[in-house]
């Protein structure tokens, strides 16, 4: 007698699983939250100043004001955002470029007298051209030599940024006097233009501009080109991409030296804004610029935006309605953004 197999059942055979669908995956939300504050405290300030064109003229101040600030503050975020460098010696190459672009304006002042407006942007454009590509020069010895060899050691790197800095400021007082030198603007720049009642500067339009160009040439650069693409990359996984045969060291010190050429170029703003300057300018201004990144978040060109724009319109608006607390309106307003959000409206920084 022999045994005999079982027969199973027949078994109905279950499809295969279909792979998920990427429109089925939720995706991250937008923080939006932040990108409103501007527009908000705009609105809010309007009923409290009570006149349209004195809330136009001191808004378009405040706008000017931040963009300057930012394009200051936006190299510095740059480098420690990819670079993980605290550069404290950043103010040095404010001044810097702001003298280096007076070997431009203080010769061709006579051009800058004549009120014609493309004239008078070319002679701009020339000296800001001469103010970056020193800073960006300046930019790239400082890291060679100062920088390379203390990375990743951030006490060390604050000591010796901030001595460069002191340094600097000295070299800048053997070169060009530690005399004050006046930098008039030029005379298409001068005055204001009048929107019914309200006045707003020429000068202030045009740094708001510029503002504008330098945030979105950052923005395309970082976001949609293959530059900026590597560069996000070897923030990441920066062995990974060097192992792809891409040399990240020489990628991250073109970035310090563009950090330095923006720094360059806010100085060149900012002189013409104060119409005179010194070799002290840079340090002075370090404390806003540092301010400004602590705002937006580590490492965020997005938030030190919106962090510039913010602080320079409170100043203002400040200024116009309480002058005493316009003294203290950036820690004040320090104090309330990381009381909201500890890392600030954007932070880029994973250090």
Known sequence: MTAQTPVLPPTTALPPAAPPSDAALPSAPRDLAPLLLVPALMLLMLPLVGSF??????????????????????????????????????????????YAATMVL????????????PLNLGVLALAIGVAMLTTAVLGWAFERIIIAPVYGQHLKQILITMGGMI?????????????????????SLRGAI????????????????IGLVVFAAMFLVLNRTKIGLLIRAGVENREMVEALGYRVRRLFVAVFAAGSALAGLGGVLWGLYKESLTAAMGSEIMVMIFIVIIIGGLGSVGGCFIGA?????VANYAGFLAPKVALISHIILMIAILLWRPA???????R
């Open 194 to 209: 009048l929107f019914g009642d309200a006045a707003v500067e020429k000068y202030r339009l045009v740094a708001v501009v």
């Open 53 to 98: 064109p004195i809330w136009l003229t001191l808004t378009v101040a405040g706008l000017a004001m931040g963009m300057m600030i930012f394009i200051m503050a936006s190299g510095l975020t740059l480098v420690f955002g990819l670079m993980d460098v605290l550069n404290f010696g950043h103010g040095a190459f404010v001044a810097v470029g702001a």
């Open 309 to 313: 724009l913010l602080m320079a319109l």
């Open 344 to 350: 600030g409206l954007y932070s880029g920084s994973r």
């Open 167 to 187: 340094v600097a400021e000295q070299l800048i007082n053997v070169i060009w006097g530690a005399e004050q030198i006046a930098l008039p603007l030029p005379a």
């Open 106 to 117: 203080l010769p061709m002042q006579n051009m800058l007298e004549i009120d014609s407006l």
